[in-house]
């Protein structure tokens, strides 16, 4: 009998190429069976959590027994454990032997016996000693909680606790299966413990990186043992109570679950050192059981129904087995937190609350993942039935429209057959009376076959309309009827709505009705006198009614191309202004007056109103949609400029519905003032009240509901100069320069603002939703100030340096405090317009030709 010091000398290296000679399944035994099928390891771990003690590793094939009883006596506060693999070896078809290794048989006697000698006591190897994998591994509360209480001079049926710790490779298919571990742990006496973990494989495995035995890798299974000599095992953090030693064991060794490694672990079968064309053809990191530990969460199921529900099986047993293992590293967790008989928690010190915490993430996660791999599996495979759904379905439509056309034809070739003309048929008088001169039996046949052929097509179109009825008429009879009168009068003019919409609709109908129902007529008609008269008759009729057809069908075409094209030549000459008395109304209503456009402005006191002359007030209602809707419904708007107060921002929301349900073309929203591009600048108050305006002009154009103009104008220039809040020209207080006074900011003046509205009006179809930059002025707080002290010597313009950073910060905190007054608003602007550089546009379209020149003429 030899005496090795580790196991990884009993192993043999995986060899680079096997023999040509023999065949891939006897080349694949060889590389997985390796020298010996069993090797046994003894070692002594301490209760205090230091490193454990090998005392022998021995390899099975000569007197074991004597070897057994030659190991030195078992020292107090010590658990002894015998660590046994059982390499059940592929037989040359590829299955399992179900007898289990024969050749092991003889050692595994010679463990019992040592074993049962040494405590006097009988034992059940099968109680210890399995070598075929469980079809599903369960452990219970009974058999956890076993392991520290039971004892070896107790009970001849000790119980076991399982977990699959191991990884093998088929060397048939290259599937990867995990293989099953036992542990069994049990007092011998107060001081000491003894401990079987039972592997079924090798801790080193060899792997084929191909589908082939010329090349491989050696990965190395998770074994509870080598993390207990890294001193990374939960035992290297014991109390020195046995109890809690054989917790931390058992605990241990179901952390040795490949579930539960972590991803780099497995970095060998993942990204293996090899060829890169042998590489392409590698694909393990697919197989199910390293989804779990690895996160992946795309699985491809097989075209075949049968291949499919087995991977879905494999997934929930995966999935159940993970569900277990983190139950039962639950109830321990909970054995060693809590009181046994109580429910008060253990004072524990140390390291080993945090790995607890941390082993609770760890199944949470793992948990997590195996519910994810299922779920994208039960969602493809819905998919894929979805799928096959509607390929049924669409060959079902198929088979109706052949049966549709085959049925036509059958008839008529039935009454082709009866070699009798159709006139003949047809008539109530004798034979002899009827004249047949110039009749074509194939002119019944087409002529049947066009007339029954028309028949199902109005039939089928028929039903398709009584089903639409059935299930749309009382939604569509419910939206007419509240206002029956005006869809005549207004609509979305760019979805060609409105009188001249109904006109072009008409005309579009029309067109599809005489191609679709007109061809089929004449047909009809065609043949229907070639059957009752002659075949000259028919082709005088065919004459004339395709002249008919084809001019008709022409003069409608002609008609659809003209009122299409002149419904896309849109001008915009009726818009209404929403916000025509603030700010930026004076400038609007001047450039839209000057360059010949008809002005309306919305206002709620039309009578406190000062408007130039020709420009008509009209009272509003910014409540709702609804209220707002009667005062733009029938006037005739083409476009409306929102510019209202820059909080008010519920009521733009408001207004853009109303035009979308006045069916106004197009809208010019409040998209003026500061970018919101920068997310810090969307975030702060005062600023992200217009996030939901610029969403919803966003979400309408999309939808078509209606056209959009959005301007970015930057600062204006005429407030931030007026209000002292660019430089302070008054005097009042100092001017407080931000970040060095150096940072470029893009301004514009009220009435450059009113131009560029005036210009995007003028061209509708080039400025169609789309956004433009423009400015009037890029400036910076030190230029203006020496332009200011150039202009005004003799005045003193006080600075204050300040740090936007720290200027918001302090917003933020008032802010925060319910303080949001003018000063937080201004200090946020500030920030925002050009603390940051943002309020600068490298590139704008103030000049843009072409499309659009937002200089607007005046």
Not at 127 to 138: E, S
Not at 409 to 435: C, H, I, Q, T, Y
Not at 612 to 633: C, F, K, N, Q
Request: glycine share 6%.
């Amino acid at each position: 009998m030899q005496v090795l010091t580790s196991v990884d000398s009993q192993i043999g290296h995986l060899p680079s190429q096997a023999s040509t000679s023999q065949s891939d399944i006897e080349c694949g035994k060889r590389l997985l069976s390796g020298q010996d099928n069993v090797v046994l390891t003894v070692s002594d771990a301490p209760f205090d959590g230091s490193k454990p003690q090998d005392l022998v590793t021995l390899k099975f094939g000569g007197d074991v027994e004597s070897h057994l009883h030659s190991l030195p006596p078992q020292a107090d506060e010590t658990a002894r454990i015998f660590e046994v693999t059982v390499h059940a070896v592929f037989v040359i078809t590829g299955i399992r032997n179900s007898k289990g290794p024969e050749k092991t048989r003889r050692a595994r006697h010679a463990l019992m016996s040592y074993l049962q000698n040494m405590y006097m006591r009988p034992l059940e190897e099968r109680r210890i000693f399995r070598w075929l994998n469980d079809p599903l591994l369960v452990n219970d509360i009974g058999s956890i909680s076993s392991q520290w209480c039971q004892t070896v001079d107790g009970h001849e049926q000790l119980h076991r606790v399982v977990n699959r710790m191991s990884l093998q490779q088929h060397p048939l298919d290259f599937d990867v299966q995990p293989r099953g571990s036992y542990m069994t742990c049990a007092k011998d006496g107060n001081e000491r413990l003894i401990v079987v973990i039972v592997h079924d494989v090798w801790s080193r495995q060899p792997f084929n990186t191909e589908k082939s035995n010329k090349s491989g890798i050696i990965f190395k299974n998770p074994r509870n043992t080598t993390a207990m000599i890294d001193q990374t095992s939960c035992t290297s953090l014991p109390d020195k109570k046995i109890d809690t030693f054989a917790k931390l064991l058992v605990l241990d060794f179901f952390l040795a679950s490949i579930y539960l490694q972590p991803a780099d672990f497995f970095e060998s079968l993942i990204h293996p050192d090899m060829p890169e064309k042998a590489l392409l053809q590698f694909s393990i990191h697919g197989n199910p059981h390293l989804q779990v530990p690895l996160g992946l969460f795309e699985p491809r199921l097989s075209s075949s129904s049968k291949e499919a529900f087995e991977e879905i099986e494999a997934a929930e047993g995966i999935l159940r087995n993970i569900a277990n293992i983190k139950d039962s590293i639950d109830f321990v967790l909970k054995c060693l937190e809590y009181e046994d008989g109580t429910d008060r928690k253990r004072a524990i010190s140390g390291p080993l609350p945090q790995r607890i915490r941390e082993i609770k993430e760890l199944c949470a996660e793992r948990a997590k993942n195996a519910e994810r791999a299922l779920n994208a599996l039960n969602r493809q495979l819905d998919y894929l039935t979805k799928r096959h759904a509607i390929q049924e379905a669409k060959s079902i439509k198929t088979l109706t429209i052949l049966a549709s056309v085959y049925l036509p034809l059958s008839l008529s070739a039935s009454l082709l057959g009866m070699r009798s003309p159709f006139k003949l048929v047809a008539s109530n008088k004798k034979k002899e009376e009827v004249n047949t001169i110039g009749t074509d039996l194939l002119f019944d046949f087409i002529g049947l076959f066009v007339t029954l052929g028309s028949i199902t097509i109005f039939i089928v179109q028929a039903i398709k309309i009584g089903l639409y009825l059935k299930s749309h008429g009382p939604r569509l009879i419910s939206k007419k009827v509240p206002d029956p009168f005006s869809i005549l009068s207004y609509g979305k003019k760019w979805k060609f709505g409105g009188t001249k919409g109904k006109w072009f609709k008409c005309i579009r109908r029309f067109s599809i009705l005489w191609i679709c129902a007109g061809f089929p007529i004449t047909l009809l008609v065609i043949f229907t006198v070639g059957m009752l008269r002659t075949a000259q008759d028919a082709w005088d009729t065919a004459r004339g009614m395709f002249a008919v057809f084809l001019t008709v069908g022409g003069i409608s075409a002609i008609l659809h191309v003209f009122v299409y094209w002149f419904f896309l030549a849109i001008t915009i000459s009726n818009v209404v202004i929403a916000g025509g008395t603030g700010r930026l109304g004076p400038t609007t209503i001047k450039h839209l007056l000057g360059n010949g456009f008809k002005v309306s402005v919305l206002t709620r006191e039309p009578s406190l109103a000062k408007l130039p002359s020709g420009v008509e007030a009209i009272a509003a209602d910014y409540t709702s949609a609804e209220t707002l809707a009667p005062s733009l419904m029938g006037r005739g708007f083409d476009a409306i400029v929102i510019i209202l107060n820059r909080l008010a921002y519920d009521a733009s929301l408001v207004t853009m519905q109303a035009a979308v349900n006045a069916g106004i073309y197009r809208a010019i929203p409040s998209f003026f003032g500061v970018s919101l591009d920068n997310p810090e600048i969307a975030n702060m108050p005062f600023m992200n009240s217009k996030l939901p305006v610029y969403n919803d002009v966003y979400e309408k154009a999309a939808k078509g509901d209606i056209t959009f103009t959005a301007i970015n104008t930057g600062m204006f220039l005429d407030w931030v100069l007026d209000e002292d809040i660019f430089i302070c020209l008054s005097g009042k207080f100092p001017t407080r320069v931000a970040d060095g006074g150096d940072i470029k900011m893009s301004a514009t003046a009220h009435d450059d603002i009113g131009k560029a509205i005036a210009a995007v009006l003028l061209k509708p179809e080039e400025t169609k939703n789309k956004l433009y930059y423009i400015n009037t002025v890029v400036m910076t707080q030190n230029q203006v100030l020496g332009y200011a002290q150039e202009a005004a010597p003799e005045a003193e313009f006080a600075v204050d340096m300040v740090d936007t950073k720290v200027l918001v910060e302090a917003a933020w905190k008032r802010y925060h405090e319910g303080i949001r007054d003018r000063v937080s608003q201004r200090d946020f602007v500030i920030r925002a317009s050009y603390g940051m550089g943002n309020g600068y546009f490298p590139k704008t379209d103030n000049e843009l030709n072409p499309p659009v020149n937002l200089k607007a003429s005046e």
